[in-house]
Every structure is written in structure tokens, then in C-alpha cells.
Nanobody
Framework: QVQVVESGGGLVQAGGSLRLSCTAS????????MVWFRQAPGKEREGVSC????????LYADSVKGRFTISRSNPYNTLYLQMNSLKPEDTAMYYC????????????????????WGQGTQVTVSS
């Protein structure tokens, strides 16, 4: 069966950095676009970033542009999210997700378009 596992979350001060990782097994990782979502308490789950199957095309939410970088290593079935200049408003549970196909479509940030979810990793940014 498909398993998606995130790691790398934690507590960091504002202005600091974290790198999240996600490994996916039970599927052909290189066939799918991958997406990072996040959900803060009391808020809806929102798309943070998407990367296409080959890693040549990326999309970001406006709130993280210029601060976060998504990347992937297909030989290692691993997705990354480098988060710099973190702000308290970045505090959330971060989820790794497998897209419907190889591209980051116009609906990439829609949770219902996700095939598989990880269990999430908590990121807390203190002020």
C-alpha cells in the first residue's frame, strides 16, 4: 500500500529555518506531482507549494514566495521543503501529498485533488 511519511518539523524562532522531508513508497514516485499543504488550528488546509514530476516546474502560495523552496529527489523517492525566514504565521501542521498526475495543474492547491496524504509534521514558529 502507499505510504507517505513527513519528517523535519519542530520549534524554531522567527527568522529561522527548517527543512521538511517526505518519503513516499508503494507507488512510482517519479510519475506524480507532489504538493505541500499546511493547516493551522481553526483554519482550512491550504496549498503551500507544488512541484511537477521531474522537478522542473514549481508553484508557491503568495504567502511563502521567496522564503520557501520545494525540491525532490526521484531516485530516493523524497520530497523536500526548505523554509527560510520563518514567521509565527507559518505555524501549522504541514502535510505532504501525492497529486493526481505528473503536473501541477490549476487546481494543485485543492485538497480534494490529492491522491494520498501523509500524517503531517508540526512546525511551530515562536516570536
Amino acid at each position: 500500500q502507499v505510504q507517505v511519511v513527513e519528517s523535519g518539523g519542530g520549534l524554531v524562532q522567527a527568522g529561522g529555518s527548517l527543512r521538511l522531508s517526505c518519503t513516499a513508497s508503494g507507488l512510482t514516485f517519479g510519475d506524480y506531482a507532489m504538493v505541500w499543504f499546511r493547516q493551522a488550528p481553526g483554519k482550512e488546509r491550504e496549498g503551500v507549494s507544488c512541484i511537477n514530476w521531474y522537478g522542473t516546474y514549481t508553484l508557491y502560495a503568495d504567502s511563502v514566495k521567496g522564503r520557501f523552496t520545494i525540491s525532490r529527489s526521484n531516485p530516493y523517492n523524497t520530497l523536500y521543503l526548505q523554509m527560510n525566514s520563518l514567521k509565527p504565521e507559518d505555524t501549522a501542521m504541514y502535510y505532504c501529498a501525492v497529486g493526481q498526475d505528473a503536473r501541477c495543474s490549476a487546481s494543485w492547491s485543492t485538497p480534494s485533488r490529492v491522491q494520498y496524504w501523509g500524517q503531517g509534521t508540526q512546525v511551530t514558529v515562536s516570536s
